[in-house]
């Protein structure tokens, strides 16, 4: 398998692309849309959003989307979104437009479900694919969650390691950064530990089998502004 994404001039020990780079095309990322300019699309009444200043001067951030409305929940003083700290919110929420720049300069696109990851060009064992991605930008990157139905289908365009494991305890699968709830499709008879099988990989057909973490695959870094557990 091939990784989707050809990333050229790098000047770090992560292999970068440049933001806005389409070359290399794979089926992952016949699913990323294009930014104008690498700038945010004009949001509209149903853009998705995670702060209000995400959206519109006219428009707030309500339940995930941009709506037609004051701006009245963001903090005069602070600028914040009054909405942060509902479950849903990113920690440090209101810092997240200034992430994600740092992430696209890493070399982060928007997927169609308007979230956003990046693809390195090699296989990696779990461990050292969690740790490339959380020091993208540490506090906003890690592995991808599988958070929906929709990242679940987009992951499973490139399969490899997803951000699932039960290194901790034994036959307790935890995501690495402690969302709940979260998509686990796993494939009938899976995950059976079958050798130490304790992370988790996404296969083409949207399921999920444990693997000994050891073993080298592909996988997708995501940046949502969570930070990954200790």
């Known amino acids: 398998m091939s990784p989707a994404l050809q990333l050229t001039g790098s000047t770090s020990a992560h292999t970068r692309h440049a933001a806005c780079n389409t070359t290399g095309v794979s089926r992952f990322f016949l699913l990323l849309v294009t930014f104008a300019a690498c700038d945010f699309p004009t949001p509209s009444q149903e853009y998705a959003c995670r702060v209000t200043q995400d959206c519109e001067s006219d428009r707030v951030c309500e339940g995930g989307y941009c709506v037609i409305g004051s701006a009245s929940n963001v903090d005069a003083a602070t ?30 696109e928007a997927a169609s479900n308007n979230l956003y ?87 083409s057909n949207a399921k999920l089998d444990d693997d000994q973490c050891t073993n080298s695959h592909y996988y997708a870094c995501e940046c949502d502004g969570r930070p990954p557990l200790p």
């Open 117 to 203: 990851y990046r693809l390195p060009p090699n296989p990696a064992s779990w461990t050292d694919a969690e740790a490339d991605c959380a020091d993208d930008v540490p506090g906003a990157t890690h592995l991808i969650v599988l958070t929906d139905t929709t990242e679940v289908q987009i992951a499973a365009t490139e399969p490899g390691w997803v951000g699932l494991s039960d290194q901790v305890t034994e036959g307790t699968f935890v995501n690495v950064t402690g969302e709940t709830p979260d998509q686990r499709p796993w494939a009938s008879g899976q995950p059976d530990n079958g050798g130490n099988e304790d992370c988790a990989r996404i296969t």
């Open 79 to 108: 600028g914040a979104d009054a909405t942060v700290g509902s479950p849903d919110a990113a920690p440090d929420a209101n810092n997240f437009p200034a992430q994600l720049a740092m992430c696209m300069a890493g070399g982060y």
